[in-house]
């Protein structure tokens, strides 16, 4: 199974979601992330996202932040989206109704947190990327719960 997390610039929590997920998965699973944008593209997350996930043993320095793309819809089986306003940028780029059924909300696999977002750290401090490390984490769990069944 591929696994594109997706978030505005790719430099917070798409990349924290990724290395999360690749911490938890086997190499039979791929994982990657992306952005809407490519204001970032190229560049490595925020230092706040390295910082906090190598406090939870896991690098995520090496990421590059990069673009979604049509490719992706073809690529990935399941494409996680981390608030709102990316859901509709990510479902309007699809073409198909089976590429827009492969779209959801990153925190609709918790089931009691429909349409809720994962807030953007950005703007915060360490606090609100811890925050979002433990929300992206218990996500994940139950992601890889769905995807396991």
């Not at 990421?63 to 979604?68: D, V």
């Not at 709102?84 to 089976?98: A, F, G, H, M």
Request: charged letters at 30%.
């Amino acid at each position: 199974m591929n696994i594109l997390m997706v978030c505005l610039g790719n430099i917070c929590r798409s990349p924290l979601a990724e290395g999360i997920m690749k911490a938890k998965l086997s190499g039979s699973f791929m994982v990657d992330s992306a952005g809407t944008i490519s204001m970032h593209e190229g560049e490595h997350p925020d230092k706040r996202a390295i910082k906090t996930a190598a406090n939870h043993n896991i690098d995520i320095s090496r990421q590059k932040s990069r673009p979604i793309t049509r490719k992706d819809f073809e690529t990935f089986d399941k494409i996680y989206c981390m608030d709102i306003d990316v859901l509709e940028d990510v479902v309007s780029k699809t073409k198909n109704e089976e590429e827009r059924q492969k779209v959801s909300l990153f925190l609709e696999a918790l089931g009691d947190h429909k349409n809720a977002e994962v807030p953007d750290p950005y703007w915060g401090d360490m606090k609100d990327f811890e925050m979002v490390f433990q929300l992206l984490n218990k996500g994940c769990d139950a992601i890889i719960n769905q995807i396991s069944e």
